[in-house]
């Protein structure tokens, strides 16, 4: 299985849909989707959901997630307060397989554990985060430390961060391997879209495979 996270930045065109459509991913998440965008695409996908929460004013955008091949289902005990912390059920056919959690920051929500979770996933600070979320028992999927280290992110004022990521249980790794790799920057910019021209952000796949 093979899942493809993107940010594509304010929208989600048909060039930045052709181009993610390269990584042929099994489910694809991305973020930053508008309704319309992904009306426009759902028709190319089996299992499909978008979300976003209309009562905040910031939030024309949403996080859309497809697959053509594993069922997608919104957990049934999902909170909109917590912005973003979506959870999704994947199953292969009946079996259900895992539980996925899709996560966009925002800055306004309701403070509690699950909001505590997505904090750890806004701050600039990775071993912070990466301490906190143990505590969550959950772990990084990347291993290797330079990969770990690895940019995702160009800021508006020209600095680069890390700011996608994948975690996952004990539990998971337990039972499945992963594999993560990161496209790279490559100053084909319009702007500071230095990822094709298309985004600030570049795109994160992680490929799991049942042991």
């Known amino acids: 299985m093979k899942i493809v996270s993107w940010n594509c930045h304010y929208g989600f065109s048909d060039e930045k849909y052709e181009h993610i459509k390269g990584f042929k991913p099994d489910i694809l998440i991305v973020q930053e989707s508008t309704k319309k965008d992904f009306d426009r695409i759902k028709k190319n996908w089996a299992f499909k959901k978008w979300h976003n929460d209309e009562k905040y004013e910031d ?6 997630i497809f697959s053509n091949k594993y069922i997608i289902e919104k957990h049934k005990n999902f909170k909109s307060e917590y912005r973003y912390l979506i959870p999704y059920e994947i199953y292969d056919g009946s079996d259900f397989l895992f539980y996925l959690f899709a996560v966009w920051t925002k800055g ?3 403070f509690s554990y699950e909001q505590n979770v997505i904090k750890a996933f806004e701050s600039n600070a990775y071993d912070d985060m990466e301490e906190f979320l143990a505590k969550c028992k959950l772990i990084n999927c990347i291993e ?6 690895k940019d995702t992110y160009k800021h508006a004022e020209g600095k680069y ?3 996608d990521f994948c975690f996952i249980s004990k539990e998971f790794k337990k039972k499945y391997l992963t594999d993560v790799s990161i496209a790279n920057f490559d100053g084909n910019k319009k702007g500071k879209y230095e990822y094709k ?3 600030d952000h570049v795109p994160l796949t992680v490929t799991i495979t049942k042991k």
Do not use: M, N, Q
């Open 59 to 64: 939030s024309p955008l949403g996080v859309a």
């Open 108 to 110: 306004k929500g309701k």
């Open 144 to 149: 290797d430390e330079e990969l770990k280290s």
């Open 161 to 163: 961060g890390r700011d």
């Open 197 to 199: 021209g298309l985004s």
